[in-house]
């Protein structure tokens, strides 16, 4: 049996000290198979952005362990784990991050850039993913030409561009009106169907999370609940109520180290959305 994409154990996050000491994470473990939606819902300071920014190596655990494909990350150097994240993961924001004075395919094509992909190579490629996201005619304007649902077309195709092997969506949806959500939504389960991507989204919305197959529900910096298949679809249907059904606690301790600090980050795109703040 392949290892898990993604697992956790015992993870930790701590964010200042003393009287200003808050615990984001309070000790998680859990896997993520290959293929999976998985949507990690809970009310604002829950730790689910905070959990996602470590998922996504764009943040180091107090302590703990994040391991891909049975590997911990700490194990590997900090230029092995940029180059990692930008091969390995693709990001899709609430926010966008378009840069707003660079042409759509200039932005879609941005980590094929970071990763050394010639000229010519990163134009064909950009193309190619834009008109699968009937999104090539508008491959020559400028980001802030496009409308909110266009935008966030635009970042799925920069977050696919490199084939990656997860989906990171933060709040995918959150500034679209509901039928553009839809359209979204659609577009990003459909990927995870036809190219058997694991979808990883954090998310408030219910609708969506009951679309995913697996359900983490965070509070104060646990998960209280871990819900799949029909449980977590009627789960997420359900406003404000979280089905107990299938649940566990998740903690304890496993079979990784803990791990040492990662170094800087290098500029990978969504990279800079770590400081943004956590849900």
Request: net charge negative.
């Amino acid at each position: 049996m392949s290892a898990p994409v993604l697992e956790t154990e015992n993870l930790v996050k701590v964010y200042g000290r003393g009287e200003s000491r808050f615990d984001a994470l309070k000790g998680l473990t859990f896997e993520i198979e290959q293929g999976e939606s998985v949507a990690i819902v809970g009310k604002s300071g829950s730790g689910k952005s905070t959990l996602m920014h470590l998922l996504a190596l764009l943040d180091d655990p107090t302590s703990g362990v994040v391991a891909m494909q049975g590997r911990p990350v700490s194990q590997l150097k900090a230029s092995q784990v940029s180059a990692l994240r930008n091969e390995t993961f693709g990001f899709v924001f609430q926010q966008f991050f378009l840069n707003a004075n660079q042409t759509v395919l200039e932005n879609v094509i941005l980590p094929l850039k970071i990763a050394g992909v010639p000229a010519a190579e990163r134009k064909r490629r950009g193309l190619e993913m834009l008109e699968q996201l009937e999104m090539a005619d508008k491959a020559k304007n400028k980001a802030t030409d496009l409308s909110g649902g266009q935008k966030q077309r635009a970042c799925i195709a920069r977050a696919l561009v490199n084939s990656p092997t997860v989906l990171f969506a933060d709040e995918p949806t959150g500034n679209l009106d509901t039928a553009t959500s839809e359209v979204v939504e659609d577009i990003l389960f459909g990927l995870h169907r036809e190219r058997g991507i694991t979808l990883v989204v954090v998310t408030h919305d219910d609708d969506l999370a009951a679309r995913c197959d697996r359900r983490l529900l965070m509070q104060d910096g646990l998960i209280v609940a871990d819900e799949r298949g029909e449980t977590a679809k009627a789960a997420g249907a359900g406003v404000g109520q979280a089905s107990r059904e299938g649940s566990r606690q998740v903690g304890g301790h496993g079979k990784h180290a803990a791990p040492t600090p990662v170094d800087a980050r290098a500029a990978d795109v969504g990279a800079e959305a770590a400081g943004e703040g956590n849900a």
